[in-house]
């Protein structure tokens, strides 16, 4: 079974940083897509950031570009989403997401398997 777990939010300060963790287990880690999506408060959805598994490439929304770094570890069967110069605005439930193939699509829209989320609270 996949299974996504997430790691790493909190409560910080405008212009500080969080690294989230994404633990992947049940599939075949390199042969997929790994994503970040957020929720905030009486919003909808967002999709953050994206990475292949298998050849790296990513995916970044307008918003975070220049701020939120991803990355994966194979070998952990990890993903990693370092936000740096965090904003009020980015306060919200991130989702570690994955997909069975990559593409900028499904980094906006949605993927196929979910965790559960992890709060991030950034004060002003």
């Known amino acids: 079974e996949v299974q996504l777990v997430e790691s790493g939010g909190g409560l910080v300060q405008a212009g500080g940083s969080l690294r989230l963790s994404c633990a992947a287990s049940?599939?075949?880690?390199?042969?997929?897509?790994i994503g970040w999506f957020r929720q905030a408060p009486g919003k909808g959805r967002e999709g953050v950031s994206c990475i292949s598994s298998s050849d790296g490439s990513t995916y970044y929304a307008d918003s975070v570009k220049g701020r939120f770094t991803i990355s994966s570890d194979n070998a952990k069967n990890t993903v990693y989403l370092q936000m740096n110069s965090l904003k009020p605005e980015d306060t919200a439930v991130y989702f570690c997401?994955?997909?069975?193939?990559?593409?900028?699509?499904?980094?906006?829209?949605?993927?196929?398997?979910w965790g559960k989320g992890t709060l991030v609270t950034v004060s002003s």
């Open positions: 049940g599939f075949t880690f390199d042969d997929y897509a």
């Open positions: 997401a994955a997909d069975r193939y990559y593409s900028d699509y499904v980094c906006i829209v949605g993927m196929d398997y």
